[in-house]
């Protein structure tokens, strides 16, 4: 399963991207726009999530949209989730230590070109 230097080796290949910290937690940007970023759960998440809130680390992520999220969600619930925090924003949020290292690397892609610029996206990834 994968760990945070799968998360950084997976983020800081893709172009333009740099790692940093926010409020003490790693995150990944491409040209300043975060995309992936550690995200501890606060007190009122594990409030919310009740038994089913991890104990192990969280990445978060940004998704095309909130349909990709749910997607995400439905089909892996023990890896994919939310809180209330996110409702309304394209962002997912993983059990680190239960997403694969192929996720992974497909979640970060996926994150990147959501939130780099277009022509950046054009000139990196192959056209769909």
């Known amino acids: 399963m994968a760990n945070w230097d799968d998360v950084a080796r997976s983020c800081l290949a893709l172009p333009a ?3 940093g910290t926010s409020r003490g937690w790693r995150q990944w940007q491409v040209r300043t726009r975060a995309f992936v970023w550690e995200r501890p759960l606060g007190t009122k998440d594990v ?3 009740g038994d089913a809130a991890p104990t192990g680390p969280v ?3 940004y998704v095309p949209d909130e ?3 749910r997607a995400l969600i439905a089909d892996e619930p023990d890896v994919y989730f939310t809180t209330s925090h ?3 924003y394209p962002i997912v949020l993983c059990r680190l230590d239960r997403l694969d290292r192929q996720s992974l690397t497909e ?3 996926e994150a990147w070109a959501c939130r780099a ?3 950046l996206v054009a000139e990196h990834l ?3």
Do not use: H, M
Request: aromatic fraction near 4%; charged fraction near 25%.
């Open 17 to 19: 991207t740099t790692e």
């Open 47 to 49: 409030a919310e999530l």
């Open 59 to 61: 990445v978060a992520a």
């Open 67 to 69: 349909g990709a999220k």
């Open 86 to 88: 996110f409702d309304g």
């Open 107 to 109: 979640l970060s892609a």
């Open 117 to 119: 610029p277009r022509r």
């Open 126 to 128: 192959p056209p769909a």
